[in-house]
């Protein structure tokens, strides 16, 4: 009976924790859009004027999810609320601009066209910046000992599904641009191949039993979160390769592989990390908790 209570007063710390999680996975996408949208839109000349927004967007929703992941309250904090719907907001409206950037081409939506104008993944990943900053939000405002819930939905669930899906997305950006550089070094198949198997293992964690010890799912992301770090690494070193190497950055940085894009990545995974942690913490009645 103890022990039972024990975990129940523990729960809501649990909470807590795991908004400070998704918080730590926010943050990790919004810095990647900063630096990749800001080397993007310098290579396009900010020839329109609202590509400044994703970076002022995403510097704030950084700051944000960092101010977030210092709080111990558990109470939704209004302004921090309010950016992360400014955040989401803008990502809806990148990923329509960059629609818009492919159709308005000669062609259309042709394989030229999403090769070489604005990646639709790009401005997803700041949706999903500020998509799990809402998340975290509403699991914070738990009441204490309640499970915490999303649109009446378990929130475990409900992130493990976001998870799930961001990794589908950032898999296929991730599989056209590699598919653009024909695949020339093998390790080029590992962010099309492993993250897809994140993405089932997430499903699964959002459909299934919610008391199961998801071992293998946290390894998995774990192997997920280090794939978004080396492939900064990766595309560091394919930097170095062009004409002139990092003598020649202001050039190489722009034309070379995007060096902040794989770290969404490692944001998804902690992203993962918390959902299964907050999951085990707070299964539904529906599986026995």
Excluded at 19 to 43: F, P, Q, T
Excluded at 104 to 110: E, I, L, Q, T
Aim: glycine content about 12%; hydrophobic content about 45%; charged content about 15%.
């Amino acid at each position: 009976m103890e022990k039972g209570v024990s975990r129940q007063r523990r729960a809501p710390l649990s909470a807590v924790e795991a908004a400070k999680r998704l918080n730590r996975g926010s943050a990790m996408l919004a810095a990647s859009v900063l630096l990749d949208s800001g080397i993007e839109h310098y290579r396009g000349g900010f020839y329109n004027p609202a590509m400044v927004t994703p970076l002022i967007t995403s510097l704030a929703a950084l700051a944000t999810s960092l101010h977030a992941h210092r709080d111990s309250k558990q109470q939704r904090h209004a302004q921090r609320d309010a950016m992360f719907v400014l955040t989401t907001a803008t990502g809806l409206v990148g990923t329509g601009f960059h629609i818009y950037n492919v159709l308005k081409k000669p062609g259309g939506w042709r394989w030229q066209n999403l090769f070489y104008s604005g990646p639709l993944g790009a401005p997803a990943a700041i949706l999903l910046s500020g998509l799990f900053g809402l998340l975290a939000e509403r699991v914070r405002d738990t009441p204490p000992e309640r499970t915490p819930r999303i649109c009446g939905l378990n929130a475990g669930r409900v992130t493990s599904l976001v998870t799930s899906l961001g990794l589908l997305g950032t898999t296929s950006e991730a599989g056209l641009l590699h598919f653009r550089g024909a695949f020339h070094n093998p390790a080029m198949y590992l962010p099309v191949t492993m993250p897809p198997a994140a993405a089932a293992l997430m499903a699964n964690a959002a459909f299934g039993d919610g008391r199961k010890n998801r071992w293998f799912s946290r390894l998995w992301l774990r192997f997920i979160a280090w794939l978004g770090l080396a492939g900064a690494g990766f595309h560091i070193y394919g930097v170095s390769r062009a004409m002139g190497g990092w003598r020649n950055w202001r050039q190489n940085m722009v034309d070379g592989p995007p060096i902040p894009a794989p770290p969404s990545f490692t944001g998804l995974a902690l992203a993962g990390l918390a959902a299964l942690a907050l999951l085990r913490a707070h299964p539904d009645e529906a599986s026995g908790g």
